[in-house]
Nanobody, 123 residues
Framework: VQLQASGGGLVQPGGSLRLSCAAS????????MGWFRQAPGKEREFLAT????????VYADSVKGRFTISRDSAKNTVFLQMNSLKPEDTAVYYC?????????????????WGQGTLVTVSS
């Protein structure tokens, strides 16, 4: 399984970005997916997860109401829509495929990871 994250870049505070994560080489639709991020000098942080069918989503408190996770099983892609971005959202963002179908906050529940895409929020 390979995950390719894209869509990162430089954005001003208050702006929006949409990250994409394209999966290949495996069964995408049967597993939950998640987004994490890691800021410089900090541990990797859970952001959002979506169940295998897309019916259940869970968010970290730090992004609830600003970020939205979604998936398109026909395109084997998961998205993270990020609105009202803040400088503290600056980090490398990772997508991951879970080992099960439910929603999972902890990274130990994920067995495949993308390479990461850098998001910089700055004026």
């Amino acid at each position: 399984v390979q995950l390719q994250a894209s869509g990162g870049g430089l954005v001003q505070p208050g702006g929006s970005l949409r990250l994409s994560c394209a999966a290949s080489g495996g069964t995408f639709g049967s597993y939950a997916m998640g987004w994490f991020r890691q800021a410089p000098g900090k541990e990797r942080e859970f952001l959002a997860t979506i169940s295998w069918g897309g019916g259940t989503t869970v968010y970290a408190d730090s992004v609830k109401g600003r970020f939205t996770i979604s998936r398109d099983s026909a395109k084997n892609t998961v998205f993270l829509q990020m609105n009202s971005l803040k400088p503290e959202d600056t980090a490398v963002y990772y997508c991951a495929r879970a080992s099960g179908r439910s929603t999972y906050r902890h990274e130990t529940n994920y067995d495949y990871w993308g390479q990461g895409t850098l998001v910089t929020v700055s004026s």
